[in-house]
T-cell receptor, first 115, second 113 residues
Framework: ETGVTQSPTHLIKTRGQQVTLRCSSQ?????VSWYQQALGQGPQFIFQ???????GRGNFPPRFSGLQFPNYSSELNVNALELDDSALYLC??????????????FGEGSWLTVV | GNSVTQMEGPVTLSEEAFLTINCTYT??????LFWYVQYPGEGLQLLLK?????DKGSNKGFEATYRKETTSFHLEKGSVQVSDSAVYFC????????????FGGGTRLMVKP
């Protein structure tokens, strides 16, 4: 149990639709990151939020966007869904940032299937 | 850029066998290194970490030593159990590198009774 909760756990969307995934970070953690894990691959960094501001972004197009709220919970939004967006989306939290001594906690993930 | 390379799986062992999963990295700087484990249908759990050269991370019988000279962080366990069956990911983190973890492709371990 990492204290990081994600919702929904599973969902199916149609190509072209939009999706919102949610994450509640561990209590007191002000940094949230999102990763995409395609089947059989390692997670790929999408972006990170620190104190409600984007604080690093991986190689993902602008249709992947996010928010962080004052309570440090976060959302990942994906517009114009493509079939290749089908993956497990992982949220990770840490404090006070992903410094070398800090532990990064992952949630169970949200499985997205695009048909 | 930064990258992590793991041995391809699956690795199939009998219970009580010795485990080694190789991990090497390429990084511009001095990264922190991690091993994460993913059980079927679950998210990632931190298994162990090392933040500087020659550090040894250990947890639940697993060990890995940060070898700067060979840029490696191999995972070992002396006697595996069926319950260790999972996918293992090696990862690195670098300060000022987008604040992200860079993962290897994962190695599936299957332990047979």
């Amino acid at each position: 149990e990492t204290g990081v909760t994600q919702s929904p756990t599973h969902l199916i969307k149609t190509r072209g639709q939009q999706v919102t995934l949610r994450c509640s970070s561990q209590s007191g953690h002000n940094t949230v990151s999102w990763y995409q894990q395609a089947l059989g691959q390692g997670p790929q960094f999408i972006f990170q939020y620190y104190r409600e501001e984007e604080n690093g972004r991986g190689n993902f197009p602008p249709r992947f966007s996010g928010l962080q709220f004052p309570n440090y919970s976060s959302e990942l939004n994906v517009n114009a869904l493509e079939l290749d967006d089908s993956a497990l989306y992982l949220c990770a939290s840490s404090h006070p940032g992903q410094g070398p001594g800090n532990t990064i906690y992952f949630g169970e993930g949200s499985w997205l299937t695009v048909v | 850029g930064n990258s992590v390379t793991q041995m391809e799986g699956p690795v199939t062992l009998s219970e009580e066998a010795f485990l080694t999963i190789n991990c090497t990295y390429t990084a511009t700087g001095y990264p922190s290194l991690f091993w994460y484990v993913q059980y079927p249908g679950e998210g990632l759990q931190l298994l162990l970490k090392a933040t500087k050269a020659d550090d040894k991370g250990s947890n639940k019988g697993f060990e890995a030593t940060y070898r700067k000279e060979t840029t490696s962080f191999h995972l070992e366990k002396g006697s595996v159990q069926v319950s260790d069956s999972a996918v293992y990911f090696c990862a690195l983190w670098l300060n000022n590198a987008g604040n992200m973890l860079t993962f290897g492709g994962g190695t599936r371990l299957m332990v047979k009774p």
